[in-house]
């Protein structure tokens, strides 16, 4: 589906212009065409391809979707695939945006994306000095844009990461704290792929052999370079942090485990003890004076207890209990 | 065995020739052969070797396969080495194809292979304009088939991760899981194998110092590497969450251990309890006052029922039981 | 706000300046500008942007805050970003020092930083001979000042696990131990955040393409980096030494278990064996002639007695008891 | 000890001669000396390093043994250090292969090797346009020779590996397998230390900057290159499976101690609860009316059997016995 | 302290100097001093420093000392720092040497070093024609020196870890075997901490871009470099070991627990059944048959034998007891 197709010069909005005139606009020095496409059917795509001559094998990446972040130089133009990364409820929605960028015309693809990039063409066209440096100064707006948007995912994360962290070291929570840990792993990982390969893939547009109508806004991509390792960062500590908290959750298991196990062998202690009493005063010998005399059925109990005591001050004191 | 032995020019098939013949339309310029071999015997490679002037320790490494995935230069000349992997209901089927290739020529051995290789003649030579990139095209044809092959295995390998996944929290299946996630590690490995050193050798064909004859067909060869570096990310992914579901699953036995530990401790408190006071009204002693007691023994079981439903509401409280 | 504003030729402080005269004063040849900024509200430092003629995206870098520390050049001028990390009592304060840098201004803005650079400047200035090296030297001392401050910090972390150590296998500490090495990591990455990108960005200002005005001062910022070094060396042992210690925390965990599994076993088995006796001679058939010896109770008594002091031994001889 | 010494022209052998006309013939143009010493007294050495030139570090290095594999230049010649790993019994064995080299001669210096190196000069013998390559030929064929005998010991430990595997599951076998993992492991280790800098040292003999008289012999380098990166790549995958083997028999433990206890706690679930009724029914109350009833103790009992069969049922389905 | 003070010619010994001529005798054509110190007062560092013209940075840092191995360059001249690492009993004993080096002169500068480097000084007088080359052969014979003293320790550490090794599949050696493996890895990072850093440094001294006056004598700094590389891959096994011996050790605690589980387990419900027995027996119902029958109570004592020893028969063949 088409969004727009609008042309510029000079930073300046010219018109809407039909998806047919593309091919005039694009031979216009100093002109450059921004068109945006939704969820494009084949024939869309087709067409596109003819007027801005892509090249075929951009194309079918652009079809077939599910791309890794990359950027690929086709002769003058550059083919840019970019993964967005939403927020929905707890559960992470990702994207893609494809954009076909040269001197004279940026297209952009987006499959599977909720949130839109309109205003990032808004903000453009309201600083027009900016937008006078041309197509790749939008290829810079609609990049930054993706990268902003994963900034709340990894605060989630790690807010995430830091409620489970609250919980670590209480008893009776390693059950849940493990399949959280579990699923926070999952979508680190999910947002990794997503920028990973775009921080190898965004180095190439600073700082070295950088295509040559990028040259001018080398320190814009520079910046979300930076801000993609701000993130990557991020999330290998989180990850870090994930490793280590799943060892010191077993810790934990164990540790309660082993309390466990001394209270049972506390209590285990106790009844044996005066079980084992019970059952000598319970013989049937013929001869056990102690069953005879008045006080012997108090004496044993109370040596019972007297007994039980002493074991339960004992192992209340070494901590068993 | 000989599949086929063609000569093409220009993008065209010119003709089916014999092995004798290849030597001499090897030497027409804008001509190149492209030569089918499946299980080949020794003698098949000797006459290969000869009309093509093949390396001879390349045509060694072709006959005593089993080598690891590589782009080796003999002269103008490739060698290449790449693994089929291919599934066989459960299981992996690994493969090899050896495409010897220089401007004039492409002779493709495949060993172990079960799945042939037809589909890529019949799809090239349906794109004359594609073809008459020459030589390079074929290799890049060639290798994109083994690549595209990949992928089912990579999708069986995430389904089966997730079906461990949907498991691994449930108590009772750890053994089970253990084994698939062992088992699963296996078949990733086999798979890597066959990628990773693939995706270096790749690499040299595009960018860099590229043999003359790729030149043109650069682009093609960065998609290839392109799609081994999803299939490596995939996998490193899968590698990755395996690790981490192997520890996962060691704290879910260690949890579900801890809770059978606490039940059976609450179970034994209950009942060493009520033995032991059995035990103590079993002892013989003469005066035992309560044992006279008209309501004793329903006195004494009472109590013990009611000990024993105080300890079972406690633990239940306390999540034991 | 605004903390210092001075100007200095040959290494000697010429006069505090007000901020609007700074633009005259950067066109001085052999002249340079140190001013200080403290969190700076937005508008003082679109003054400065303009008094210096700063680059719009490190002014939003330096505004918005919380970048990861880096090395920026912009021009002939470098933006530098440096966390600073201080004990607060036993936790880590975390704060940003943006300087700005050209041959001829330093612009210093500290964000968060509970100790001030004041120290630096006097330093700087009781010492011409190096502060006529110029603007790059200041870069320098702040550098300089900002790692010396980490030492203490890796100091603290060094100190806490070596405590640590010392009780690790110590029987039951094992609880607190692994608290404590969960928030030691936590503290190591903390500072490994502000070490490690530093590392990468100093780096750059010695040895191989150095900006022209920290040509003469490269040894310095040499010895910057092998601070760095040294203190990113530290870390990297303490956190490899905190993995191995929360594996070893664990074993000790199984090793303490398994004792009192031991413990409760060799009990349990001594009283079981009491118990079964004692309820031997309390059946109650009719021939049971021991129940009508003499001597038949002190027997049985002594019998029991006598293996379970045999029992004893010989559990204490195999160190279960 | 001398084994022989032999002067080769153009790829024929010249004929045996004598330690003393050594330094004459490597005079000789387009003439290259052979010689392999086993187990060499350190004067023997001394006359080599006289009559070749040999550098003093490199006889040195011969002298002491036990050096790393590497590849050192000394001028126009080469000192090669590779390590022999043999097969002996259940063990390996480990010995040392010294090769000096330069364009007119080879000195090979075995140390501790089993199996000696005859058929290498055998088959060079018998193949006179590849010994007409000269001395880098030799020192092919003598490093091939030595990798060649390090795939029956990947083999070996593959199926060490495989026979492992086919245990693991099995309860009972964790302890044998443990130390089987352990001595796998250290053996794999062993032959690493061998293969992975030669592998290093063996990537200089080809594709960079090459030793002069090495040029021709470079695609045979590789060859040796490429199996060293087979065995590499085959030694990698046998550690990583080693090390989630261990992890997996750690499971397997815990995961069979879990079933002990589990069925440790039904049994004693059972009969703790026949004998608290037991007990019950022992207790010496005088009014208890079950006691007096004509079919009371078959009832009691029945009662017993039946809630302990109710229990071993519940039991059993539940998995626990 | 000063050690000796001595200037060299032509490979031969001068004389000793005071340290005033040092100045004068750099000078001279052909002549180099050699300095040693010896935990040297701040004030014989600032004499040195003026002598030889010493770089600021290099004597603070001397000066301060707890360096990290490295080599760094001022101008024409060296400034090295090694760290010397000596057994002392069990425990390690760490030292610093540091180097000013440069082509007339040599200071070393010893610190926390208990064994001296005089015995370098003399083999050097002894070998002029090495000594000749300069103060470049000084400097490789002061780090030879210091490296030929990590083997002893390589060997402790190595000797150590095979007596663990020998005890780790012992049972009841767990505790002890734990902390010496963790003892070890400490030992082990220390010596790593000595070795890492210098192999990087020694990097420098041969092969690439070598300071002038080092360019004779490359090939013994790669002897050097290569002696370190043989330590870091002995440590680099250790430590791998250790980590696997870790594990190792965790398994066999979990093994000998379940053993000992089992153990109990058999020993419970041998005399539960006992124990059950006998209750039911001792209970008093007025009508239970066999407790009138003559042969009833050895008739019962034999069945309870008999099912004990069933058991254990049963429970022997099946390995739990």
């Known amino acids: 589906m088409l969004i727009n197709c609008v042309a510029y010069q000079e930073g300046k909005k010219l018109s809407d212009i039909t998806v047919e005139a593309i091919s005039d606009y694009i031979q216009i020095p100093g002109c450059f065409v921004w068109v945006a496409l939704r ?13 801005f001559s892509l090249h075929e094998l951009a194309v079918e990446d652009a079809q077939r979707g599910h791309q890794r972040p990359k950027i690929e130089e ?9 993964r967005t990364v939403e927020l929905d409820g707890e559960e992470l929605h990702v994207g893609e945006l494809d954009i076909f960028v040269a001197d004279n015309y940026v297209l952009s693809v987006r499959n599977n994306v909720n949130r839109g990039f309109l205003g990032v063409r808004a903000r453009a066209e309201r600083e027009p000095q900016l937008l006078s440096k041309g197509s790749s100064f939008v290829l810079y707006a609609l990049m930054d844009a ?3 948007r994963y900034f709340p995912v990894v605060d989630m994360l790690e807010s995430e ?9 209480i008893a009776g929570s390693q059950r849940d704290n493990i399949e959280r840990l579990y699923e926070l792993k999952r979508k680190v990982l999910v947002l990794r792929h997503a920028v990973a390969p775009m921080l190898d893939a965004v180095g190439k547009l600073h700082g070295g052999r950088v295509p040559g109508f990028c040259w001018d806004t080398q320190e814009y991509f520079r ?5 993609l390792q701000r993130i990557n960062g991020a999330l290998d500590t989180i990850r870090d942090t994930i490793g280590t908290a799943i060892q ?11 309390e466990v196990n001394k209270r ?3 209590w285990a202690a106790i009844f044996a003890v005066v079980t084992a009493f019970a059952g000598i005063y319970g013989m049937n010998f013929d001869h056990m004076p102690e069953l005879r005399w008045r006080y012997g059925y108090p004496i ?15 192992f209340k004191k070494s901590g068993w209990l």
């Open 264 to 266: 049972l062998a506390a």
């Open 223 to 227: 910046d979300v370079h930076d801000h």
């Open 39 to 51: 969820e494009p059917a084949p024939d869309e795509l087709t067409v596109m391809q003819e007027e």
């Open 74 to 82: 086709y002769g003058d133009s550059l083919f840019v695939v970019v």
């Open 300 to 314: 044993a109990v109370g040596g019972m207890v007297a007994v039980a005591g002493y074991l339960y001050y004992r």
């Open 146 to 148: 993706v990268v902003d």
């Open 248 to 258: 010191v959750n077993l810790s934990m298991v164990a540790i309660d485990e082993g």
């Open 161 to 169: 990461l830091e409620k489970i962290e609250d919980r670590i070291f």
